[in-house]
């Protein structure tokens, strides 16, 4: 089901690439070198997944959930954008033999495909992994000098450089201040515009530094923090996508299927949550008329009111899952 897509990396000399072959602990796992999973037993406990499950692990990353998964005796569809994703837990999850399978693309066109089955459960673990985030190769990190990239996969419409050296003005504010929430917007942008009109920018830590130099640096975050977040949210049309994969869950789910979103993002829950409020409720009301009449929309059953936030002692072994957020929902057994 995978497409090829090798080569589509700038070519880009690297120390932190890790090659599963090399990777000691890959035939354990390598959970905790390339990616530490969150709310792992939250995921269990919800996704309740078993023999004769088939679940979907939309973002597929380092396998540690689709692991969960399928040592509790599910089958799954590992989807993720990233070739080198694909390929790490793919041999990470040999040993599961056919109940294991991959499939190269943004989640929100899975659903396009015809030959994928109506699953039991479907999991976003939404953002970048560790690992995405540790290769310098990959441009993520304002700490690693890189080429300007960003982009989780193929699938991904362009690099960081596009939007950095070529978007307007009126863009760049809009994302920093939208995706990033960065108070500071108009002087890092303004800043990026002036130093890309002599020079355009080539790396990370050349982006890094411009930013920094327009802002100085107070605390202990990285004052280019919110502006790499946002504009990586660009790069791969993040928020566009979460829109599109919530509105096919219901093509993907079979009825009473289970739907678990982990974001780490306010903008992600705040679209996850308007999402399932709008599709849970079952009767609208409205002063013009006599009666609450059956929302045509309602598709599925909140399975927790709130957002499930991790427990301290999850952020304590896993300081990544402090901004983490999970809501579950199931599809309704009869819709109407
Ligand atoms: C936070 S990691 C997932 C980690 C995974 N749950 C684990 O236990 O290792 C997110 C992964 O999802 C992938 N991803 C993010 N957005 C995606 C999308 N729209 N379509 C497909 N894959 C996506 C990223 O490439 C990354 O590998």
Known sequence: MARAASGWLPAWPSSTLQSTESDPTAEAGGVASYHAPVFPAEVIEWMQPAEGKFII???????????????????????????????????????FGERFSTWEGNHCEVAGDASIQMADGLLLDLGVSSHQLDSAERGFSFMREGPLDMRMGPSSPRSAAEVVNQWPEVDLLRILREYGEEKRARRIVAAIIERRAEKLFTTTLDLADCIEKAVGRQGRIHPATRTFQAI??????????LQHALEAVPRLLKPGGRLLVITFHSLEDRMVKRFLKARSTEFLDNPAWAQPRPNPDCQFKLLARKAIAPT?????????????????????????
């Open 312 to 336: 301290q002692a999850e952020v304590s072994i896993n300081p990544r899952a402090r901004s983490a957020k999970l809501r579950v929902a199931s599809l309704l057994e009869h819709q109407s």
């Open 57 to 95: 692990d939309g973002t597929l990353g380092g396998g540690g959930h689709s692991e969960l998964f399928l040592k509790a005796g599910a089958t799954v569809l590992g989807v993720d954008r990233d070739p080198e994703a694909l390929a790490h837990a793919s041999k990470r999850l040999a040993r």
């Open 232 to 241: 990586r949210m660009a790069v791969n049309e993040e928020l566009e996508s």
